[in-house]
């Protein structure tokens, strides 16, 4: 696996990615919430990391990286499990000078058990979004 910052050829791909990992994800919810455009509006301003095995992209991280937000992490279902995610964070967060935060879904009951399992805490900021329902902010001393 290799792990470097997304470039402007790499668009699409992650575009494709990020469609596919939200349906994924928010199973729950409407499908066609979810475009292929969002990727660039979703993402605009962010540091992204890409996570590639060969010549694969397999994952992804987002970071605003002024508040030192997670805004997306997503590996595609076929790379879950080899720890892409875990290696993603470190990448985007090796240089964090503040407290790390993100935002999760309380349906996503795989992706909290995963943060926790990293050290990532319950900050008791929450909120409910229209898409996707009531979620929690983790934070990361």
Known sequence: ???RMA???DQAALAALFLRGRRETFHWAD???FQLQDWLLQSEGEQVWIAEQ????????ALWQPDWFVHHLYVSR????MGIGRRLLEVALAQRSAMATLKVACYNSVALG???RLGWHYSGVQGVCEVIGPWVELQLP
């Open 54 to 61: 060969g010549e694969r992209l397999c994952g992804l991280v």
């Open 78 to 81: 076929e790379h879950r499990g």
């Open 7 to 9: 470039e402007e050829q």
């Open 114 to 116: 995963f943060y926790h």
């Open 1 to 3: 696996m290799f792990i």
């Open 31 to 33: 499908a066609s919430c």
